[in-house]
Nanobody, 125 residues
């Protein structure tokens, strides 16, 4: 059974940093592109970024977070990370990781087969 478990969320002040983790079980992470999405209250889930399954240096980020977040992966630990810096109150959301074997930019949530349960990030002003 595939499981993705996010951790590392919490309350942080604006300008602070957080690193989210996504631990995978039941699948071999190196066979999947991994994405991060977020959903703020009353809003639709939106794409944050993704990392390629073939190259850890191949990443793609939403304009809203570009330059402030970095996705990395440790295939040996079957874990993906989302490092978030210079956090803003508008970054407040539940953050989800997801796994995909599809091709393309992978910015749509329909491209992902497996999802975690999410972790809450709250940025105070």
């Amino acid at each position: 059974q595939v499981q993705l478990v996010e951790s590392g969320g919490g309350l942080v002040q604006a300008g602070g940093s957080l690193r989210l983790s996504c631990a995978a079980s039941g699948l071999t992470l190196s066979n999947y592109a991994m994405g991060w999405f977020r959903q703020a209250p009353g809003k639709e889930r939106e794409f944050v970024g993704r990392i390629s399954r073939w190259s850890a240096s191949s990443t793609y980020y939403a304009d809203s977070v570009k330059g402030r977040v970095t996705i990395s992966r440790d295939n040996a630990k079957n874990t993906v990370y989302l490092q978030m810096n210079s956090l803003k109150p508008e970054d407040t959301a539940v953050y989800y990781c997801a796994a995909s074997q599809s091709l393309g930019l992978l910015i749509r949530d329909s491209s992902y087969a497996y999802w975690g349960q999410g972790t809450q990030v709250t940025v105070s002003s």
